[in-house]
């Protein structure tokens, strides 16, 4: 079983004080419904002192993001980069072929673009997420998100559905800062 073979994933992404407060560098792990790691997403490279200022505050929304979906292997998957500003979060293979984009539209709406910027469907045609359970995980409390894909999604839909759970903080514009805007970022719809 693969990240792209499976129609329902298991996403968790640590949650905790110390998380919400200090956590500058963004990561989520993919799971099937029994445990299984499927995929990693992580920020690439070294972010800086003014990204990780600008990334503990309100702002951090609007930092770049450059992430790396690696299998448990180590084997790079996809890249997932989003510039700065609201710009759409564009998704590629490994070897810079781009996939695509996932656009926000409005709250809890995502459009999935071929790499011409063309709009191929809503996120919400393609899978339904539901955010935010939390649990005890493997390393303390996570945030647990599913993604249930429509058995038989295509190519790149799949990726770009796929792109968009595994980044979901960063498409939305939260980015790592969950206390931003009037409190805790509690689980939301999608």
Known sequence: MN???TDTLVIE?????????????????ALTEHGVPLATATD?????????????????GRTTYDLAVTSPQGQVLLLVHKGAGKPP?????????????V???GRGAYALLDPHGQRLCSWTDVATFSAGAIAKGAGGRVRRDVLRLRPGTPEPVRSLAVAAALAFDVVRGIG???????????PTSA
């Open 3 to 5: 990240l792209f073979g």
């Open 13 to 29: 992404q640590p949650w905790g004080a110390g998380r919400h407060l200090f956590g500058t560098r963004y990561k989520t792990t």
């Open 176 to 186: 790592t800062n969950h206390t931003s805007g009037g409190g805790f970022d509690f």
């Open 89 to 101: 979060t564009r998704v590629s293979r490994p070897d810079g072929t781009v996939v695509g984009s």
């Open 103 to 105: 656009r926000r539209e």
């Open 44 to 60: 690439r490279g070294f972010l800086g002192p003014l990204r990780k200022l600008l990334r503990a505050t309100g702002l951090s």
